[in-house]
């Protein structure tokens, strides 16, 4: 099986992710200058039409495990290449919606099917390519998240002013399609996706059974195990449920400020231009961070697990005290530090993930704190709207997603300490799995020894017969 190279066409596939962050994330961030359009098309409240951008982003993180199961049967290529034809379908058609119900089952669902079926490729491809270099190369690619705020926050803004909402979505529609060229790009390595070993359930046994790719066609094989897909024993590990855990509270007030920062500012007579500025901001400081943070990450030096700590911390206090900030300078001083917590905890989420479950691991694990980070994304965003409707104003939603961040951060304190601990454990189950085998074949080796060397044996040995 060939190593990681750290370098040559991992350079390409890095490239080929960078712009793949920027178009999946740009989308994401960037809804916020959507936000009071729908208002006003669909004349819903606030909590339905967050909905449009939670279900978007719910649907994209929630079906990681199943994205995970095909990355491992078919390859990056091929379903990267088809979540890009599904979200442009699904944008294309959401242009046609007549109420806001219709626009989240085409916008939302389809949409978010298609980008994580996309997304999740281009980050697993990094672990395949890169191995001393791959936190700097994870930085380069997940940068394209910040540039893509920076990108199409002043873009989507012309467009909407110029074609309306229904154009940009048309517009949008074809700029997805460029996802088919970037997945092209993840070739995979030589030995990893010649042959699969399948597990094949038959006569109430399970038989393993080596196959090619040109027999996926056969009756037994479509109904092979979903063990041999997915890596079920990631739901016993401490560690894995603590992280998932930590991921699934950031994530109910993630994307409160990029959703509301907008209106917050119109609420303190702002202008709209000034309210896209913030995204700006939020943008131009991602793409910094995950550069620098990137840089920093790979040193010896650096604990990448305190780096994410302090900065969900520091991003969910400073959330708590949004409703104060009344200017455009405290506005925008706070826009590009939220940027920066944005940028820390997507970067290393992928390189934790590796450092503390191994990066054998990295596909199935990504697949799981996808699904735990996208049942919080659903209902996240939602609940602040609910909660602005309620109050008449946004404080509350500020005050609910900086709570949920403090506390994500918070439970990831003991996280070293139990990895450590779960580490040391499964080596010594390892160990003691390993002496019982060898006593075993010691035994079995004896009773062959003994069998060996009984009187006739002895006889025909020595040439007595």
């Known amino acids: ?47 339905k ?11 994209l993180l929630i079906i990681g495990p199943f994205v995970s199961a095909l990355v491992n049967r078919y390859g990056s290529r091929v379903v990267g290449g088809s979540g890009a034809v599904i979200a442009s379908l699904g944008f294309f058609l959401s242009a046609f919606s007549p109420n806001i119900n219709v626009m989240i089952v085409f916008y939302s669902i389809i949409g978010g099917i298609g980008f994580g079926l996309l997304y999740l ?8 390519y890169f191995e001393k270099r791959r936190v700097l190369a994870t930085g380069i690619a997940v940068c394209g998240a910040g540039i893509g705020a920076f990108v199409f926050a002043p873009v989507f803004s012309f467009l909407l002013d110029t074609y309306l909402w229904r154009g940009t979505m048309w517009i949008l529609s074809g700029i997805t399609l460029n996802g088919i060229v970037f997945s092209a790009t993840f070739r995979p390595l030589k030995g990893r996706s010649n042959r699969s070993i399948t597990k094949v359930i038959s006569n109430d046994k399970c038989d393993t059974v080596e196959t090619s790719k040109n027999t996926y066609g056969s009756c037994k094989l479509f109904c092979m ?25 950031v994530m109910f007030g993630f994307y409160v400020p990029s959703n509301f920062l907008p209106v917050l500012a119109a609420d303190v007579h702002l202008t709209t231009e000034e309210g896209a500025f913030l995204i700006l901001l939020m943008g131009v400081s991602n793409t910094v961070t995950r550069v620098v943070i990137g840089y920093i990450a790979d040193k010896p030096w650096a604990n990448c697990l305190i ?13 708590c005290f949004a409703p104060f900030y009344t200017n455009l300078t405290s506005l925008a001083a706070y826009a590009l530090l939220f940027g920066a917590v944005m940028a820390i905890f997507f970067l290393l989420r992928s390189i934790l993930i590796a450092e503390l ?13 996808g699904l735990s980070m996208g049942i919080s994304t659903f209902v996240g965003s939602p609940i602040a709207g609910i909660l602005s409707d309620i109050s008449g104003h946004y404080n509350l939603a500020f005050y609910f997603g900086g709570i949920t961040l403090g506390l994500g951060g918070l439970i990831c304190l003991p996280l070293r300490y139990i990895a450590t601990w779960e580490n040391r454990r499964t080596a010594n189950t390892n160990l003691s799995i390993t002496l019982n085998v060898d006593e ?4 079995e080796n004896v009773k062959t020894l003994s ?12 040439g007595y017969i």
């Open 357 to 369: 479950l191994g990066v054998h691991r990295l596909n199935s694990a990504f697949g799981l704190v």
């Open 451 to 462: 069998f060996k060397w009984t009187p006739s044996v002895y006889v025909v040995s020595h």
């Open 1 to 47: 099986m060939e190593k990681a190279p750290d370098g040559g066409w991992g350079w390409v596939v890095t490239i080929a992710s960078f712009l793949i962050n920027l178009l999946v994330e740009g989308v994401d961030y960037t809804f916020g200058i959507f936000f009071p359009v729908f208002l006003e098309t669909f004349g819903e409240s606030k909590g």
């Open 225 to 249: 195990s979903t063990e041999s897909m997915f890596d079920f024993s990631l739901l016993k590990s401490p560690t894995m449920i603590l992280y998932a855990a930590s991921c699934l509270l």
């Open 121 to 128: 490729p281009c980050i697993v491809m990094l672990g395949v």
């Open 49 to 59: 039409t967050q909905l449009l951008h939670s279900v978007l982003i719910g649907t």
């Open 307 to 319: 780096i994410n700590n302090s900065a969900l911390l520091i991003g969910g206090l400073t959330t």
């Open 440 to 443: 075993v074949k010691k035994s």
